[in-house]
């Protein structure tokens, strides 16, 4: 995968600027606002990111968590990175996309959903677009 390398002014330009302050700045959307944060899971499809068309996401792997924002149980593979995020007095691992380095969300295990990984992928809508393919 070859990465994907601008400057802030050429984000500036692709990128809404909400989608800029979250997937440049590390900054996260409110809570229950995201255009994906109540839409079902389907049996098509990819959530890919948003900055640089990565695929992050089957459409079938998004759940509903109740936590406001969209959730996820499993990332394609390869498709994120991941890095131990200690702001705000907790410690949490944050998620990237692969190929252009934007943050996504945060990752959290063991929380008892009732998915195959146990695991709540929790991903800023501003983040994604999802395609039927």
Request: charged letters at 25%; aromatic letters at 10%; hydrophobic letters at 30%.
């Amino acid at each position: 995968m070859s990465k994907v390398v601008k400057s802030d002014s050429e984000w500036r330009l692709q990128l809404l600027p909400a989608a800029f302050k979250v997937l440049r700045q590390g900054g996260t959307e409110p809570a229950g606002t995201g255009e994906y944060n109540r839409t079902p899971a389907k049996e098509n499809g990819v959530y890919r990111c948003v900055g640089c068309s990565n695929p992050l996401y089957k459409a079938l792997t998004k759940f509903d968590s109740h936590c406001g924002w969209p959730a996820f149980f499993e990332a394609i593979p390869g498709s994120i990175t991941t890095l131990k995020d200690t702001s705000f007095g907790m410690v949490r691992e944050e998620m990237r996309c692969a190929k252009c380095d934007g943050h996504l969300g945060h990752i959290f295990r063991g929380e008892g959903y009732k998915n195959p990984t146990d695991e709540r992928h929790c991903v800023n809508s501003v983040c994604l677009k999802f395609s039927e393919d």
